[in-house]
């Protein structure tokens, strides 16, 4: 069987590398053949063309030359001769990477800017794994239009998760959808001990490393709202049949309940290679990609309800996901703004939702869901944002 041919979208980032080390331990199984990354580390996307000798680099922001000259010294350092990829440059970059042709797209961008790259790779007929809930959350039923049945392979571990044990029942059998959250590094605070958390206590994620924008959202439960929205779409289960359980060990990555009251996990120690292997391979799974649960060593998983006074966020999330049209579009990238500016210091962390709620209270909604009024909407909603910080003290 031929290697399936992988794009990797957000190459340099903690999906992205990941990714990488992925293919690197299944080389039979999968050759990566394009990268993208935004430009912030031109040295590590070379290192990694050199590494994958892919046949194309794009980046969205930095000089080409430089990434050529990079490439060239990485691939010299290497000993690897004759090795000149195509390179494209540009706000595009990703969406053109994503439409080359290839067997699986992994979307490993952050933020909604991974529309375009989404809609980009299902045009391609190619599965997109996809790690870039944005992408979805904020194109909804546009996205959903793009792909075929199947087409899009959850590699968010709560949808992974989710994925899994849903092979082991119908449609009609599902009774709800159990998210789990970790509940982040302010698990067990009040409204009011949020108040003064630093970016630095924000980033101190308890059971993942991840990018700046998720790990913040994990802390607000920004993220999991999304992924309340992203569940409601992979799945097709109303948004009030989804729940949300905390359990911070992160080793149960989400639950179905099933209408004889069975409940279906999927459990393993908190590694993304697990889904990101499973959503390259999809519907195989792929031998030794990550450590199983050991049961020699004593162990407890705990559940506990989501306090949802400290956290509105995920109550936002479906409000949101309730008004449908641009409503999503409006609080993720009202989050997007409102987190910069608090890791830039010049909110305090309780005002990144705060912010958001007010924003998506003044939104209207789009009559039509098109690519162009998303974006319309995420441009008003991060000058709104914009606005309202800037008119507001710490
Ligand atoms: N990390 C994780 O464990 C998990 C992540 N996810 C989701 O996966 C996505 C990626 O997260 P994560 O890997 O943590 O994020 P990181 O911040 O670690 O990486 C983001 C990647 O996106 C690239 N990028 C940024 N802007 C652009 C752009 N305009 N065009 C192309 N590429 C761009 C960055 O490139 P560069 O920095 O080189 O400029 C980098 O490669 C997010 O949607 C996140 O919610 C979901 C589940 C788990
Ligand atoms: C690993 C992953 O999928 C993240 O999206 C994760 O969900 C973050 O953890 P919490 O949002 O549960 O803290
Ligand atoms: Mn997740």
């Not at 999809?282 to 949802?308: H, K, M, N």
Request: proline share 5%.
């Amino acid at each position: 069987m031929q290697p399936r041919k992988i794009v990797i979208l957000g190459s340099t980032g903690s999906i992205g590398t990941q990714a990488i080390d992925v293919v690197d331990a299944a080389p039979h199984r999968f050759e990566v053949v394009a990268l993208s990354a935004g430009g912030g580390n031109l040295e590590l996307l070379a290192q990694q063309a050199v590494h994958t000798k892919v046949q194309a680099v794009g980046i969205a922001k930095g000089d080409p030359q430089v990434l050529r000259r990079l490439i060239d010294a990485a691939a010299a350092e290497a000993g690897v001769r004759h090795f000149a990829p195509e390179i494209f440059a540009g706000s595009d970059a990703s969406t053109r990477i994503a439409g080359i042709g290839c067997d699986v797209v992994l979307n490993g961008i952050t933020g909604s800017i991974g529309l375009e790259p989404t809609l980009a790779a299902l045009g391609t007929g190619a599965t997109l794994a996809l790690a870039n809930k944005e992408s979805l959350i904020v194109g909804g039923a546009l996205v959903k239009a793009a792909a075929s049945p199947g087409q899009i392979v959850p590699v968010d571990s709560e949808h992974s998760a989710i994925a899994q044990c849903l092979r082991s029942g119908t449609d009609q059998e599902v009774e709800k959808l159990i998210l789990t959250a970790s509940g982040g590094p302010f698990r067990g605070r009040t409204r009011e001990e949020l108040h003064n958390v630093t970016p630095q206590e924000a980033l101190a994620h308890p059971t993942w490393d991840m990018g700046l924008m998720v790990t913040t959202n994990s802390a607000s439960l920004v993220n999991k709202g999304l992924e309340v929205i992203e569940a409601h779409l992979l799945f097709d289960v109303p948004l009030d049949r989804i729940e949300v359980v905390v359990h911070p060990q992160s080793v149960v990555h989400s639950m179905v309940q099933f209408v004889d009251g069975s409940i279906i996990a999927q459990a393993s120690p908190p590694d993304m290679r697990l889904p990101i292997a499973l959503g390259l391979g999809w519907p195989d799974r792929v031998p030794r990609a990550a450590q199983a649960c050991d049961w020699t060593q004593a162990t407890s998983w705990t559940f506990e309800p989501l306090d949802t006074v400290a956290f509105p966020a995920v109550d936002l999330a479906k409000d949101a996901a309730k008004q449908g049209s641009t409503f999503p579009a409006v609080f993720n990238a009202a989050n997007e703004e409102a987190v910069e500016a608090f890791h830039a210091g010049r909110i305090r962390f309780t005002d990144i939702v705060d912010t958001v709620e007010s924003v998506l209270s003044e939104h209207s909604g789009s009559s039509e869901l098109t690519v162009e009024s998303v974006l319309d909407a995420e441009r008003w909603a991060r000058a709104r944002t914009l606005d309202r910080l800037a008119s507001s003290t710490l």
